[in-house]
């Protein structure tokens, strides 16, 4: 299972990767990204930084759902958001385990 965000997110780390998922309430939508530093990301899609991206830009506010990782290299990490985006809705995503296997290796 994956951190809860809000409740303390992880301080950056050189080379350490997160993979993440938001919810929006407004949009009853979920969003799964990777970032290094986590509370920076989600200040970014909620517009309080610069930074956010297009798509977050709607569905304001967007609240931390499940934290996953710690990922060792860029690479892992993005192989690991491909994973997790191809299941669908908001409770497969929040409560994602990843199995190790020949097609996913992170």
Do not use: C
């Amino acid at each position: 299972m994956g951190r809860r965000m809000s409740d303390g997110a992880p301080t950056p780390e050189r080379g350490v990767w997160w993979l993440y998922v938001l919810w929006s309430e407004t949009k009853q939508r979920t969003y799964v990204g990777i970032t290094t530093d986590p509370r920076r990301r989600l200040r970014e899609h909620n517009g309080e930084i610069t930074g956010g991206g297009k798509y977050t830009s709607r569905g304001r506010p967007w609240v931390p759902v499940a934290l996953y990782g710690p990922y060792h290299g860029q690479g892992r990490a993005i192989r690991a958001e491909n994973a997790l985006k191809r299941l669908g809705g908001l409770f497969k995503r929040a409560n994602w385990v990843l199995i190790r296997s020949s097609m996913h290796k992170v």
